[in-house]
């Protein structure tokens, strides 16, 4: 019930268009939930968050949806670009402070250009 | 926005000896600093919990008298790798509870036993 399920594994876009990758948890006491974007060597960069009271953020060219029905939470990248090309992981976590985050397993994207 | 460094950014030592892995939050107040650990094209594992002023919690499966972690002050816990074997080679990354229970990570370390 701890478990955020991510897909897919990987993901190869050409540039301009759209990254998808999404997520679903079952633990219905999740209500925080960030996507983190992690370039080789580095540590993971908060890219967006939502909470479940709404469906939808944005926030440039990144937009998560989220469907607290489902159960399932995803990440669009619009015009994705050379450089967008990364690991991306979901995670979800009781929004408590001390609380940690669960994470998916992690996407690996590629844009070719 | 919140800042978080780790130090050192890498490290290589001998089977045997210890290793210190410093985890500092630069502009903002931390409570609660997390400590995980990440294998090649894996997702990261959650080592343990890092309270200020009280000892750690730490995930079933990892040893606490090997992965030592103190966490002293509001913006500082220090992770430290006993008696350091290769299959404790790795990549560390700490993050810290900050605003509005947003996490933020450090830019990991890198341990190498030799």
């Known amino acids: 019930q701890q478990q955020v399920k991510q897909s897919p594994q990987s993901l190869i876009v050409q540039k301009g268009g759209i990254s998808i990758i999404n997520c679903a948890y079952e633990?219905?006491?999740?209500?925080?939930f960030p996507w983190y974007q992690q370039f080789p060597g580095k540590g993971p960069a908060l890219l967006i968050a939502?909470?479940?009271?709404?469906s939808e953020k944005k926030e440039g060219r990144f937009t998560i949806s989220f469907n607290k029905s489902a159960k399932q939470f995803s990440l669009h990248i619009m015009d994705s670009q050379p450089g967008d090309s990364a690991t991306y992981f979901c995670?979800?976590?009781?929004?408590?402070?001390?609380?940690?985050?669960?994470f998916g397993k992690g996407t690996t994207l590629s844009v070719s250009s | 926005g919140a800042v978080v460094s780790q130090h050192p950014s890498r490290v290589i030592c001998k089977s045997g000896t210890s290793v210190k892995i410093e985890c500092r939050s630069l502009?903002?107040?931390?409570?609660?600093m997390f400590w995980y650990r990440q294998f090649p094209k894996q997702s990261l594992m959650l080592m343990a919990t890092?309270?200020?002023?009280?000892?750690?919690?730490?995930e079933q499966g990892v040893e606490k008298d090997k992965f030592l972690i103190n966490h002293a002050s509001l913006t500082l816990s220090t992770l430290t790798v006993t008696s350091a074997h290769p299959e404790d080679s790795s990549f560390y990354i700490c993050?810290?509870?900050?605003?509005?229970?947003?996490?933020?990570f450090g830019p990991g370390t890198r341990l190498t036993v030799l």
């Open positions: 993050s810290a509870d900050g605003y509005s229970h947003e996490q933020f």
């Open positions: 502009d903002f107040q931390a409570t609660t």
């Open positions: 939502i909470r479940p009271d709404v």
């Open positions: 995670a979800a976590s009781v929004g408590q402070a001390g609380t940690a985050l669960i």
């Open positions: 633990n219905t006491a999740f209500d925080y």
């Open positions: 890092s309270n200020e002023g009280s000892k750690a919690t730490y």
